[in-house]
């Protein structure tokens, strides 16, 4: 079975300072791992995905196989970065590697 | 182009009632699925379709729940004789092809079951 777990429901930080929200999952075979981003009144969207190792908006995701994580981390969050984020999973090959599995959200709000 | 669209908007109904949820997807994506997003629950994936098949309906939580999709194009989620517990955002999500490498969402439909 596979499963996602991000600890954190909300987490606030002030403007400038660093963010790291936190996602673990729980998966037999060898994960595609995603995080989408849901801003106020806006449809959910991907934000990164691990194999693509990009930085999108000063965000980037680094996949831990042996601590089996994905933690996202901006260095400098900003006021705008203020929305709900979803760490997701899907399998790659197989049966099943076409569903998301997502992990519960955590709602980040950036303080002035 | 157009993205993922669903109607309607929001969505309120009495207990028992039927109602019907309609997703338009990306035009060309042959890969269709739906989520239900509930407070404190995240997003449960509920369908998915490739092509008009359904391979995977493991998410339907009750046989009250079902889907189709026709033309490769619209489908439509239905749910029968509602229960309170059926309230939820429910999501659309379209791809290019089966694999999940990005998947579109629409702004999904509000559900209020009373």
């Known amino acids: 079975a596979q499963r996602v777990t991000q600890p954190e429901k909300l987490l606030s930080v002030f403007k400038g300072a660093p963010v790291e929200l936190k996602c673990n999952y729980s998966y037999s075979g060898s994960p595609e791992l995603f995080w989408y981003v849901q801003y106020s009144r806006q449809r959910l969207q991907l934000l990164l995905r691990h194999i693509s190792r990009e930085s999108i908006k000063g965000f980037t995701a680094d996949l831990n196989k042996g601590e089996t994580s994905f933690h996202l981390k901006k260095p400098f969050a900003q006021e705008e970065d203020s929305a709900m984020y979803y760490c997701a999973l899907s399998g790659r090959g197989g049966g099943s590697n076409y569903k998301l599995t997502f992990g519960k959200g955590t709602l980040l709000t950036v303080n002035p | 182009g157009a993205g993922v669209s669903q109607s309607p908007s929001n969505k309120v109904t009495e207990k028992g009632k039927d109602v019907e949820l309609r997703c338009d997807p990306i035009?060309?994506?042959?890969?269709l699925y739906w989520y239900r997003q509930s407070l404190g629950q995240g997003l449960e994936f509920l369908i998915y379709?490739?092509?008009?098949?359904?391979?995977?309906k493991s998410g339907l939580p009750s046989d009250r729940f079902s889907a189709e999709r026709t033309g490769g194009s619209v489908s439509t989620l239905t749910i029968q004789r509602t229960q309170q517990e059926d309230s939820a955002v429910y999501l659309c999500?379209?791809?290019?092809?089966?694999?999940?490498?990005?998947?579109?969402f629409g702004p999904g439909t509000r559900l209020t079951v009373t």
């Open positions: 379709f490739q092509g008009n098949s359904a391979p995977d």
């Open positions: 035009s060309g994506h042959t890969a």
């Open positions: 999500a379209s791809s290019l092809d089966r694999t999940p490498t990005e998947q579109y």
